[in-house]
């Protein structure tokens, strides 16, 4: 009875992130000069070429990348090496720095994002193998965890 309940309200949660990130990722692009700014769960962040340090942080599922992809080159031009703290956001701007929390087990790690995903719906970071096992989530492939962003590339030229 008790699993049934659980898995009612994992699907459930996990129906709200979908349908907040497909607003998200449907909304059309601006024109205009300005970037535009993009509430998402508790956070606000800027189009992905600028991003700022949210008041809040998000919450969501964060899953890991599969050894395959170990030694593809990433969006941002790297190498991709399981053995590296990084991992891959949809819109955060490639050199963001992020503390990922594991919500059940309180353990943390600072990644950062060298490139884009995670496309599965639902997700809202792919780690990679090194990060995952700093939050204990090998096993279960997946975790509920929290980001904070802890700083964002420079976009000015001095």
């Known amino acids: 009875m008790r699993t049934s309940k659980l898995v009612f309200m994992v699907m459930i949660g996990l129906a709200i992130l979908e349908f907040s990130f ?5 909304a059309a692009p601006s024109t205009g ?3 535009p ?3 998402v769960s508790n956070a606000t ?3 992905a070429a600028h ?8 919450r969501g599922v964060a899953s890991y990348y599969a050894d395959k992809f170990n030694g593809r080159k990433t ?3 790297q190498v991709f090496h399981q053995g590296r703290l990084t991992a891959a956001h949809r819109y955060l701007p490639l050199g963001t720095k992020v503390r990922v929390t594991n919500l059940r ?6 990644v950062h994002i060298n490139d884009r995903g995670p496309w599965r719906k639902g997700r809202i970071i792919d780690l990679s193998k090194a990060a995952a096992k700093k939050l204990g989530m ?4 997946s975790a509920m965890v929290k980001l904070e962003i802890l700083n964002a590339p420079s976009t000015s030229n001095s």
């Open 33 to 35: 000069a300005e970037q």
């Open 37 to 39: 700014t993009v509430a």
């Open 105 to 110: 087990n309180k353990r943390f790690v600072e």
């Open 45 to 47: 962040f800027e189009s």
């Open 22 to 26: 497909g607003q998200l990722l449907n």
């Open 138 to 141: 090998i096993r279960t492939g």
């Open 51 to 58: 991003a700022r340090k949210p008041n809040k942080s998000m």
């Open 75 to 77: 969006a941002s031009g």
